[in-house]
């Protein structure tokens, strides 16, 4: 009721008072100003002229008696002692063309003096220009800084009309001071903001009177129905109790049935009104459906429970369960009928069903070993598929023969867990093994075994799978091995077949093979749809066809398509998914199959080749791509291409640390492309380098909204000019780092890249820079400068970056001034938790963008932070949090709460990145919280909980004040 009156009366009100506001501050006002401006000027244009027709008529009674000189001096006389304005202040002056002023009547030491140098405060010959204004119109205004009125000491902005009397080559001018015209001007604001207060005052008065009226008599007009619908529903609750169609009857007489029945059996389910006829009706179908159960499904004492058909009214048969049981009352029989449609319910298994036998019809091309083998101690193999037996070294089942399957196992630990599985009758599930070949190569598998259970519910056999272990962990990480030719991915295979389908042409049977031919062209088809007189397709032409057998004919006759075509089709709905049409092309070895509209429009046709070129929209691919780009553009194009990348790895569950990897990989592919150029361009190295990525991309964790960070270290040792060499190493880093931003990997704000001085250093440079940073921390500045520590080496010398990497461990052993700094640079973190709480908690309808970048920072920085302290090397948070949790650095609690957030936060920000990007926008890192789940924000609430728990830590063990 409440949201109901805020959106039907609060809210309209409330805008047509914000209308009126608008209005008035957007239009009214500016008018208004505008209008007064123009007022003013037309003041100043009239009163010139006036000054203007002194002259000209002092100029008409020149004569021999009255000269020009003297008609001169009178007109300067009188324009002089012209006056108006409220204070009679505002006045006229004079001045010649050449220029030089002829008279002011407030400045008279100007009289006769040369203006063609003078200026205003702002250095503008505004006398000057005047001249050249009248000299190209006549008259005209201009505006520039002069004395206020009689007050040479006040220097304010005007505005003046000037006109030129070219018989003397006098310019007459007079102005408006802009400071009047503002103080005008925003006296007149005042009174329309005060009216507009008053009036809002009114309106909102008006509108609390009414909203309270409104309100109570919403809220009294809810409380009746609440009323009046708990009472029915007390009545309702007796019929409708039973979520099954229910009716009751007494001497074939319908004493009540529920709306699941009426639903159930296509009637309108509204029972108050249904006419008898109509419970006659559901009487008899119910009915009908009893009467034909087999007598050995009737149970003793009249009762009923089988399963049967029933007719609806519209005719169509339902799979329903139905319950007959007696009742008897005041010496008459009656029957309650319970009606269970399982008509969805075996619907869903009947397609169950057809899907394994897709599936059946498609595991051939799946790169799976399935396998059989015994239970027991001794488990032998006795049936496994092609696949399984390539991953063993095997040409067929027989050499296979009697193989134990414990004997294909190289290492006895993982002999011993696969064993205590078999024996325990559990399940094992991914277990990576390493496995004897046949050939006695070694290679490393994933098994996966399933118990298979008798009639007596003893374990006979157990089922299992095998794949090879590098290939299908590369395919979770996503680029690391190609896709084998025909591997279509699980989202793909899931999708409806309505997005895939190209239109060919549509022929007729005594269509020319040369038409055809030429339609296929215009349409870019790859065939051409036979039909019949009905529209019905009963064939197709593809090159194939007429590279095959139009040939034969030798244009020696006209040739129609239906001698070539080829036929009967295979057709699918545009209601099935692309694993539908898949298999159907596969199981009947086709390269097209038509699909059928069932709205009526024309046929489509989907081709095998297609699909298997989909395979194209994969990391390995886009990886292949970057690497043969020609160009800058094309490059660029290739990166654009990974938000889509990501979308559809987050959509397959690949998570979103793997989707940094992935974009880290790119960055790194192109910076070591850019940098092979620079060296190219600026000749071989003076000096070994190494080629560093820090921060995100060092940990292998970029997002769609991170910029690059990095840095050059080359070897400083028995050198003669340093600069030399640095100089060569900055032209580098400037290419890199400017090829990079164009490719879609943004400048850093912060300047932390090679193609600036302090991150482009000599090997003993950088060895006495983190020195200071250790010994002689600043709290300030730790926590951008700890990201060089998540450094990784992307091309160069290994042993530079290996040297850099072992002085910093050495450097920070027993430096606990340097923790101690950097424990109060993390506590200094402050989390937003009040703005999480409010929308968590108190349902708070705030739109704010809140940073997921300020947690995920806490959760690295913290997790760094030990890494550094123990002396962990590696770099990307998780197997940071791996490491210190195998040399119990960390509590099992601090490794799960903190892995599970950092997987949650970056997978929550890779979905609102892209979701920015899909809808033309700027990836960023703000979130808007109301859009999140209740779930997610609670989530996130107790995330912050725990980086906070931490802190408290660091600030007890750290003794951080």
């Given at each position: 009721?409440?949201?109901?009156?805020?959106?039907?009366?609060?809210?309209?009100?409330?805008?047509?008072?914000?209308?009126f506001?608008?209005?008035?501050?957007?239009?009214?006002?500016?008018?208004?100003?505008?209008?007064?401006?123009?007022?003013?000027?037309?003041?100043?244009?009239?009163?010139?002229?006036?000054?203007?027709?002194?002259?000209?008529?002092?100029?008409?009674?020149?004569?021999?008696?009255?000269?020009?000189?003297?008609?001169?001096?009178?007109?300067?006389?009188?324009?002089?002692?012209?006056?108006?304005?409220?204070?009679?202040?505002?006045?006229?002056?004079?001045?010649?063309?050449?220029?030089?002023?002829?008279?002011?009547?407030?400045?008279?030491?100007?009289?006769?003096?040369?203006?063609?140098?003078?200026?205003?405060?702002?250095?503008?010959?505004?006398?000057?220009?005047?001249?050249?204004?009248?000299?190209?119109?006549?008259?005209?205004?201009?505006d520039?800084?002069?004395?206020?009125?009689?007050?040479?000491?006040?220097?304010?902005?005007?505005?003046?009309?000037?006109?030129?009397?070219?018989?003397?080559?006098w310019?007459?001018?007079?102005?408006?001071?802009?400071?009047?015209?503002?103080?005008?001007?925003?006296?007149?604001?005042?009174?329309?903001?005060?009216?507009?207060?008053?009036i809002?005052?009114?309106?909102?008065?008006?509108?609390?009177?009414?909203?309270?009226?409104?309100?109570?008599?919403?809220?009294?007009?809810?409380?009746?129905q609440?009323?009046?619908r708990?009472?029915?529903?007390?009545?309702?609750?007796?019929?409708?109790?039973?979520?099954?169609?229910?009716?009751m009857?007494?001497?074939?007489?319908?004493?009540?049935?529920?709306?699941?029945l009426?639903?159930?059996?296509?009637?309108?389910?509204?029972?108050?009104?249904?006419p008898?006829?109509?419970?006659?009706?559901?009487?008899g179908?119910?009915?009908?459906?009893?009467?034909?159960?087999?007598?050995?499904?009737?149970?003793?004492?009249?009762?009923?429970?089988?399963?049967?058909?029933?007719?609806?009214?519209?005719?169509?048969?339902?799979?329903?369960?139905?319950?007959?049981?007696?009742?008897?009352?005041?010496?008459?029989q009656?029957?309650?009928?319970?009606?269970?449609?399982?008509?969805?319910?075996?619907?869903?298994?009947?397609?169950?069903?057809?899907?394994?036998?897709?599936?059946?019809?498609?595991?051939?091309?799946?790169?799976?070993?399935?396998?059989?083998?015994?239970?027991?101690?001794?488990?032998?193999?006795?049936?496994?598929?092609?696949?399984?037996?390539e991953?063993?070294?095997?040409?067929?089942?027989?050499?296979?023969?009697?193989?134990?399957?414990?004997?294909?196992?190289?290492?006895?630990?993982?002999?011993?867990?696969?064993l205590?599985?078999?024996?325990?009758?559990?399940?094992?599930?991914?277990?990576?093994?390493?496995v004897?070949?046949?050939?006695?190569?070694?290679?490393?598998?994933?098994?996966?075994?399933?118990?298979?259970?008798?009639?007596s519910?003893?374990?006979?056999?157990?089922?299992?799978?095998?794949?090879?272990?590098?290939?299908?962990?590369?395919?979770?990480?996503?680029?690391?091995t190609?896709?084998?030719?025909?591997?279509?991915?699980?989202?793909?295979?899931?999708k409806?077949?309505?997005g895939y389908?190209?239109?060919?042409?549509?022929?007729?049977?005594?269509?020319?093979?040369e038409?055809?031919?030429r339609?296929?062209?215009?349409k870019?088809?790859?065939?051409?749809?036979?039909?019949?007189?009905?529209g019905?397709?009963?064939?197709?032409?593809?090159?194939?066809?007429?590279?095959?057998?139009?040939?034969?004919?030798?244009?020696?006759?006209?040739?129609?398509?239906?001698?070539?075509?080829?036929?009967?089709?295979?057709?699918?709905?545009?209601q099935?998914?692309?694993?539908?049409?898949?298999?159907?092309?596969?199981?009947?070895?086709?390269s097209?199959?038509?699909?059928?509209?069932?709205?009526?429009?024309?046929?489509?046709?989907?081709?095998?080749?297609?699909?298997?070129?989909?395979?194209?929209?994969?990391?390995?691919?886009?990886?292949?791509?970057?690497?043969?780009?020609?160009?800058?553009?094309?490059?660029?194009?290739?990166?654009?291409?990974?938000?889509?990348?990501?979308?559809?790895?987050?959509?397959?569950?690949a998570?979103?640390?793997?989707?940094?990897?992935?974009?880290?990989?790119?960055?790194?592919?192109?910076?070591?492309?850019?940098?092979?150029?620079?060296?190219?361009?600026?000749?071989?190295?003076?000096?070994?380098?190494?080629?560093?990525?820090?921060?995100?991309?060092?940990?292998?964790?970029?997002?769609?909204?991170?910029?690059?960070?990095?840095?050059?270290?080359?070897?400083?040792?028995?050198?003669?000019?340093?600069?030399?060499?640095?100089?060569?190493?900055?032209?580098?880093?400037?290419?890199?780092?400017?090829?990079?931003?164009q490719?879609?990997?943004?400048?850093?704000?912060g300047?932390?890249?090679?193609?600036?001085?302090?991150?482009?250093?000599?090997?003993?440079?950088?060895?006495?820079?983190?020195?200071?940073?250790?010994?002689?921390?600043?709290?300030?500045?730790?926590?951008?400068?700890?990201?060089?520590?998540?450094?990784r080496?992307?091309?160069?010398?290994?042993?530079?970056?290996?040297?850099?990497?072992?002085?910093?461990?050495?450097?920070?052993?027993?430096?606990?001034?340097?923790?101690?700094?950097l424990?109060?640079?993390?506590?200094?973190?402050?989390?937003?938790?009040?703005?999480?709480?409010?929308?968590?908690?108190?349902?708070?309808?705030?739109?704010?963008?809140?940073?997921?970048?300020?947690?995920?920072?806490?959760?690295?920085?913290?997790?760094?932070?030990?890494?550094?302290?123990?002396?962990?090397?590696?770099?990307?948070?998780?197997?940071?949090?791996?490491?210190?949790?195998?040399?119990?650095?960390?509590?099992?609690?601090?490794?799960?709460?903190?892995?599970?957030?950092?997987?949650?936060?970056?997978?929550l920000?890779?979905?609102?990145?892209v979701?920015?990007?899909?809808?033309?926008?700027?990836?960023?890192?703000?979130?808007?919280?109301?859009?999140?789940?209740?779930?997610?924000?609670?989530?996130?609430?107790n995330?912050?909980?725990?980086?906070?728990?931490?802190?408290?830590?660091?600030?007890?063990?750290?003794?951080?004040?």
């Amino acid at each position: 009721m409440q949201s109901r009156f805020i959106n039907r009366i609060l809210l309209p009100s409330l805008f047509a008072v914000f209308l009126f506001l608008i209005s008035m501050y957007v239009y009214v006002i500016p008018d208004y100003r505008e209008s007064l401006m123009d007022k003013k000027r037309e003041t100043i244009r009239e009163l010139t002229n006036t000054a203007w027709s002194v002259m000209s008529k002092l100029d008409g009674m020149v004569s021999d008696s009255f000269p020009v000189g003297q008609a001169q001096h009178e007109a300067a006389l009188i324009i002089s002692e012209m006056r108006y304005g409220d204070e009679m202040k505002d006045y006229f002056w004079i001045t010649d063309t050449l220029p030089r002023m002829v008279m002011h009547p407030y400045r008279p030491q100007l009289n006769g003096a040369d203006l063609s140098q003078f200026e205003d405060l702002s250095g503008k010959k505004f006398f000057v220009e005047i001249v050249r204004l009248v000299e190209a119109s006549d008259d005209g205004y201009i505006d520039y800084k002069w004395q206020w009125k009689d007050d040479s000491l006040m220097v304010v902005p005007k505005l003046s009309y000037v006109k030129v009397y070219e018989p003397w080559g006098w310019i007459v001018g007079t102005g408006i001071y802009v400071e009047d015209v503002k103080r005008e001007i925003a006296q007149v604001t005042r009174q329309v903001v005060l009216i507009s207060i008053v009036i809002t005052l009114l309106i909102a008065a008006l509108i609390a009177y009414l909203a309270r009226r409104n309100y109570t008599a919403e809220f009294a007009r809810e409380q009746a129905q609440n009323k009046l619908r708990e009472t029915l529903e007390k009545y309702k609750n007796l019929v409708e109790a039973s979520p099954d169609g229910v009716l009751m009857t007494l001497n074939d007489e319908v004493l009540y049935f529920n709306t699941w029945l009426t639903d159930m059996l296509g009637f309108d389910h509204d029972a108050d009104t249904v006419p008898e006829s109509t419970a006659l009706q559901l009487l008899g179908i119910v009915k009908a459906g009893v009467e034909s159960v087999q007598s050995d499904e009737r149970l003793k004492d009249n009762e009923l429970v089988a399963e049967t058909f029933i007719r609806n009214k519209n005719g169509r048969l339902k799979e329903v369960i139905i319950h007959r049981s007696v009742f008897e009352t005041s010496g008459r029989q009656g029957f309650i009928y319970t009606v269970k449609d399982v008509s969805r319910h075996k619907a869903t298994q009947r397609e169950l069903d057809a899907n394994l036998e897709k599936f059946k019809s498609i595991a051939g091309w799946m790169k799976l070993g399935v396998f059989r083998c015994t239970a027991g101690r001794n488990p032998k193999i006795v049936e496994m598929n092609s696949t399984g037996l390539e991953l063993l070294g095997f040409t067929s089942l027989a050499e296979m023969k009697e193989v134990e399957l414990l004997g294909l196992f190289q290492d006895q630990e993982e002999r011993r867990k696969v064993l205590k599985s078999i024996i325990a009758d559990q399940q094992l599930k991914d277990k990576l093994v390493k496995v004897n070949l046949h050939d006695g190569t070694r290679k490393s598998l994933l098994i996966s075994l399933f118990p298979v259970k008798d009639n007596s519910d003893n374990v006979q056999f157990f089922d299992g799978i095998i794949v090879d272990a590098y290939e299908h962990l590369s395919r979770r990480v996503g680029y690391d091995t190609p896709l084998s030719a025909n591997q279509l991915t699980p989202s793909l295979l899931l999708k409806p077949v309505t997005g895939y389908i190209k239109s060919p042409p549509v022929c007729n049977l005594d269509t020319p093979v040369e038409i055809a031919c030429r339609l296929m062209v215009q349409k870019n088809s790859d065939l051409a749809i036979v039909a019949d007189q009905k529209g019905k397709p009963i064939g197709l032409v593809t090159h194939g066809d007429i590279s095959r057998r139009f040939v034969f004919y030798e244009n020696k006759r006209p040739v129609s398509v239906s001698e070539i075509m080829s036929a009967p089709v295979t057709s699918v709905s545009d209601q099935e998914m692309v694993v539908d049409a898949f298999s159907l092309m596969i199981t009947k070895r086709i390269s097209y199959i038509i699909v059928l509209s069932n709205e009526g429009r024309p046929p489509g046709y989907l081709s095998l080749t297609d699909l298997n070129e989909l395979k194209a929209d994969t990391p390995e691919f886009l990886i292949n791509s970057i690497q043969h780009a020609q160009s800058l553009p094309e490059l660029a194009e290739e990166v654009k291409k990974l938000p889509r990348m990501i979308t559809h790895m987050l959509e397959s569950g690949a998570g979103a640390l793997t989707s940094g990897k992935l974009i880290s990989k790119v960055a790194d592919q192109l910076t070591c492309r850019f940098i092979e150029e620079a060296i190219a361009s600026l000749g071989s190295p003076p000096v070994q380098f190494a080629f560093m990525v820090l921060g995100s991309e060092g940990r292998r964790e970029q997002t769609l909204a991170t910029d690059q960070d990095n840095a050059i270290i080359f070897d400083d040792s028995g050198i003669n000019d340093k600069e030399v060499v640095r100089n060569y190493f900055l032209e580098m880093g400037t290419s890199v780092s400017k090829k990079l931003d164009q490719t879609g990997f943004p400048l850093c704000k912060g300047g932390v890249m090679a193609m600036n001085r302090e991150w482009c250093l000599g090997r003993s440079e950088i060895n006495q820079r983190v020195t200071e940073w250790i010994s002689n921390p600043n709290p300030a500045e730790l926590l951008q400068i700890s990201i060089f520590f998540d450094f990784r080496l992307v091309y160069g010398e290994s042993g530079l970056s290996e040297h850099v990497q072992q002085h910093c461990l050495t450097s920070l052993k027993n430096k606990e001034v340097f923790f101690y700094n950097l424990a109060t640079s993390l506590v200094s973190i402050r989390l937003n938790m009040k703005t999480v709480s409010k929308h968590t908690d108190d349902n708070d309808s705030q739109s704010e963008g809140w940073d997921i970048k300020q947690p995920l920072m806490a959760i690295t920085s913290i997790v760094r932070f030990w890494s550094l302290k123990y002396g962990i090397i590696e770099r990307s948070t998780p197997e940071r949090l791996l490491a210190l949790k195998s040399v119990e650095a960390i509590s099992d609690s601090f490794f799960e709460e903190f892995h599970s957030a950092f997987r949650f936060l970056n997978h929550l920000r890779l979905q609102h990145q892209v979701r920015n990007l899909a809808s033309h926008k700027t990836a960023t890192n703000l979130i808007v919280l109301e859009t999140l789940t209740e779930m997610d924000r609670l989530t996130i609430k107790n995330i912050l909980n725990a980086i906070q728990a931490h802190q408290s830590r660091l600030i007890t063990e750290f003794r951080v004040t």
